[in-house]
């Protein structure tokens, strides 16, 4: 692997910026973000690092899922010391890289599997629920949030149509119509472009609500099933679950596809906004510029966000969540 500078020198030396990959069943966790009382993703993943470090680091994430919400292409980055990140090969003539993801595994399953009976008795019981897929240094400059370009993430339904299978119950939305695939890309196609989904998004105190949604679309997979495709620069709070239930009253043929178009530029959150359910959402990919490009995109996504929470004019750069 070629060695790189550190992602974040700092004046002691510096640390090396590791790049985690990572996978997980949502359905086991309360979301990503640490909550007190609260078994999440970022939960499970910073003790486990405690547990070989001994010290508490913090992950910084590309996409903070909610609760239920699975991954198969989420990305994080953890600031590591050059003697941890080699010492985990522990004076061993292996890569820092391999043995990292070998001893993270089995604290993983450690972490999942300790503690006091209660309710995370399921997670523990359904190891491994978190996967870290890959362990790398990172290009000089990559921040896992700030340098992504977009999100993908995938949503599965089965209509009355398709038929419910039910080895698939727990990833697949059972929808309880017929739905039509033409008019849910009619409606989807009205959506695209940089836009303000405030009618669609859980608003946060601070944070702006204007996305670039770049792919929405629906498509009949070899099975029957109904498969969306999400890609935004970034979503905000419960962006695509209202997206995804939304227009399926349109492709179901309650509302004409004109309606998600009025609710766009109506701009207001309201009773109609139903939230589909979480657990067929997957967030399959994050995508980053190539190595030379990472500290630029971070440093204008920065701005970007900067001037979101002054009230300053947008522009077409990412809004990452």
């Known amino acids: 692997m070629t060695q790189l500078e550190p992602a974040a020198p700092r004046g002691d030396g510096g640390l090396l910026r590791i790049r985690l990959d990572i996978a997980y069943d949502g359905s086991l966790f309360s979301g990503w973000a640490v909550q007190p009382g609260l078994t999440t993703v970022e939960g499970i993943l910073e003790d486990a690092l405690f547990t070989l470090l001994r010290r508490r680091v913090r992950l910084t994430v590309g996409g903070r899922t909610d609760a239920g919400v699975h991954a198969r292409g989420q990305v994080a980055h953890v600031d590591l010391t050059a003697a941890e990140w080699e010492g985990m090969a522990r004076g061993r003539d292996t890569d820092p ?45 990559f921040d896992a949030r700030f340098s992504a370009l977009w999100r993908r993430y995938s949503y599965a339904i089965a ?33 695209l472009g940089m836009q303000d989904f405030a009618a669609f998004c859980k608003p946060r105190e601070g944070a702006t609500t204007i996305r670039d949604l770049q792919r929405y679309e629906f498509a009949r997979g070899p099975g029957g099933e109904i498969i969306a495709t999400i890609q935004a620069d970034a979503f905000c709070h419960t962006m695509v679950r209202a997206l995804v239930g939304s227009t399926l009253r349109v492709g179901s043929g ?59 004019p947008q522009g077409r750069s990412g809004h990452p969540v």
């Open 97 to 141: 890289s391999k043995a990292f993801l070998r001893r993270i595994a089995g604290t993983i399953n450690r972490v999942l599997t300790s503690g006091p009976a209660g309710p995370d008795r399921t997670v523990r019981s359904m190891v491994p629920a978190v996967v870290v897929r890959s362990a790398a240094r990172a290009p000089q400059g």
């Open 254 to 312: 309650e509302m004409p596809a004109a309606w998600l178009a009025d609710r766009l530029a109506a701009r207001i959150k309201d009773a109609r906004s139903i939230l589909a359910a979480p657990h067929p959402l997957v967030l399959e990919e994050i995508a980053y510029p190539a190595d030379g490009d990472l500290m630029a995109r971070a440093e204008l996504t920065r701005a970007r966000r900067t001037s979101d929470a002054v009230g300053e």
């Open 159 to 191: 209509d009355t149509a398709t038929g419910q299978d039910p080895l698939r119950r727990a990833t697949t939305l059972w929808y309880p119509a017929s739905l039509d695939v033409g008019l849910l890309n009619e409606g989807a196609a009205l959506l």
